[in-house]
């Protein structure tokens, strides 16, 4: 069967990280290109995502946006590796993760954080909605490190969730948040992932550092 033609775009560090990383884990070719969130978008990109976000990822040609999809369409190139879980309810619940990880998690609080101005249009609401958006992100890591058990989110192997926790908890780094005391498990999950070598790989290709 041919190969699958596929191409990602994506920022640095971003939520593309983990797509990223998920197509190393596929040991399938790929091309990467390197935009800037930082720097904005160049408008040519707007073709390929009127949304102007990453990730994209073209497939034989399809577009397709939103990280869930985008991590579920990599994961569907490589099925004997279950990266979208395994069973039924495992499958359930990654997408039970991914859901609010990426509308959550992603969307509402750190979204509220680093872009408040989408929230208001009133400049002098910003800092309150960041200090609601800062406590917002605490309340969900707390959350992760309650529900998680064990080093990986869902079943008893590396699932996408994984790679997605990763990404985040990354984000939460510069934030001062005591995170390996206040958060131990997701820590440990995160350290877990961070060795593996599909994320090495994803982290020299993007220019980014281990940090943990
Ligand atoms: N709902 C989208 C959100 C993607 C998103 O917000 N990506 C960020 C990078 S982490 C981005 O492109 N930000 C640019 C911007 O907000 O202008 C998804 O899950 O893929």
């Not at 160049?42 to 990453?54: A, D």
Request: with cysteine; aromatic share 10%; glycine share 6%.
């Amino acid at each position: 069967m041919a190969e699958s033609k596929l191409t990602l775009w994506y920022s640095p560090g971003a939520c593309s990280l983990a797509p990223h990383a998920l197509l190393y884990e596929i040991e399938k070719p790929f091309e990467a290109i390197r935009l800037n969130v930082s720097g904005g978008f160049p408008e040519e990109y707007r073709h390929l995502n009127p949304k102007m976000r990453v990730p994209v990822l073209s497939l034989n040609g399809e577009i397709i946006t939103e990280n869930p999809a985008v991590m579920t369409a990599i994961s569907q190139l490589a099925p004997e590796k279950h990266l979208m879980g395994q069973t039924n309810l495992e499958i359930v619940r990654v997408y039970e993760w991914m859901n609010w990880l990426s509308g959550s998690l992603h969307g509402q609080a750190f979204g509220g954080l680093v872009r408040s101005h989408r929230f208001s249009d009133d400049p002098s609401t910003y800092e309150s909605i960041k200090v609601k958006a800062r406590k917002y992100i605490v309340e969900c890591f707390g959350e992760i490190d309650q529900k998680l058990i064990g080093v990986h989110a869902v079943g008893d192997r590396f699932t996408a969730v994984d790679v997605f926790l990763y990404v985040i908890y990354r984000w939460a780094l510069p934030m001062n948040l005591h995170l390996s005391q206040n958060f131990p498990n997701y820590t440990k999950l995160v350290e877990e992932v961070e060795r593996r070598k599909s994320v090495q790989a994803a982290l020299a290709a993007e220019g980014l550092d281990s940090k943990l």
